[in-house]
T-cell receptor, first 108, second 126 residues
Framework: ETVLTQSPGILSVSPGERATLSCRAS???????LAWYQQKPGQAPRLLIY???SRATGIPDRFSGSGSGTEFTLTISRLEPEDFAVYYC?????????FGQGTKLEIK | QLQLQESGPGLVKPSETLSLTCTVS??????????WGWIRQPPGKGLEWIGS???????YYNPSLKSRVTISVDTSKNQFSLRLSSVTAADTAVYYC??????????????????WGQGTLAAVSS
């Protein structure tokens, strides 16, 4: 099983600043199979990024993804108030498809 | 606009079977480009993939749940369903149904989830 470890667990950043979230995989895989989601309290997850770097429909360009192998990054360039949420990475290269444990992005 | 809606009992007794249905509207479950999946989230915890199904009935399950899970599809009703047997308190979670996309023009179970239902809480308690 491919385990995804996200860091940090909690990230405190001020609005307008940049946030960098990390996702590390226990096994290397093609970047084509890594997604990022945003989840707000009481809501379903929302797809942000797929294929490690492709933005989903309607996602603002302040969200960007990068990485390959075992190290992947989600960057939010200029934080808006609505960006404070929990973020999850997901690998879909091999069964069982798995999610990271999440990074909570909170207002500093 | 594609919409998914979970339905089913909110309370299940230990050792019984949890049954949920996902109704798809605004699109066809018989799409040749997508799988359909179930994901769960225990209260205050992270996400766990349960399994995925193609409209033909082809299924893929999480090995950790495989012995207790059955996912089926009813194309005439544009629905797919989840059955989880022998439930315990550890199965208490919000259960989400979602559309799985590969990013290509063909369907594969190796997919991310681009449309989600709102989720339904299923609690296991006597």
């Amino acid at each position: 099983e491919t385990v995804l470890t996200q860091s940090p667990g909690i990230l405190s950043v001020s609005p307008g600043e940049r946030a960098t979230l990390s996702c590390r995989a226990s096994q290397s895989f093609s970047s084509s199979y890594l997604a990022w989601y945003q989840q707000k309290p009481g809501q379903a997850p929302r797809l942000l990024i797929y294929g490690a770097s492709s933005r989903a429909t309607g996602i603002p360009d302040r969200f960007s993804g990068s990485g390959s192998g075992t190290e992947f990054t989600l960057t939010i360039s200029r934080l808006e108030p609505e960006d404070f949420a929990v973020y999850y990475c997901q690998q879909y290269v091999r069964l069982p498809y798995s999610f990271g444990q999440g990074t909570k992005l909170e207002i500093k | 606009q594609l919409q998914l809606q979970e339905s089913g009992p909110g309370l299940v007794k230990p050792s019984e079977t949890l049954s949920l249905t996902c109704t798809v509207s605004g699109g066809s479950i018989s799409s040749s480009s997508h799988y359909w999946g179930w994901i769960r989230q225990p209260p205050g915890k992270g996400l766990e993939w349960i399994g995925s199904i193609f409209y033909s009935g082809s299924t893929y399950y999480n090995p950790s749940l495989k012995s207790r899970v059955t996912i089926s599809v009813d194309t005439s009703k544009n629905q797919f369903s989840l059955r989880l047997s022998s439930v315990t308190a550890a199965d208490t979670a919000v259960y989400y149904c979602a559309r799985a996309s590969s990013g290509f023009h063909w369907a594969t179970p190796d997919a991310f989830f681009d449309n989600w239902g709102q989720g339904t809480l299923a609690a296991v308690s006597s």
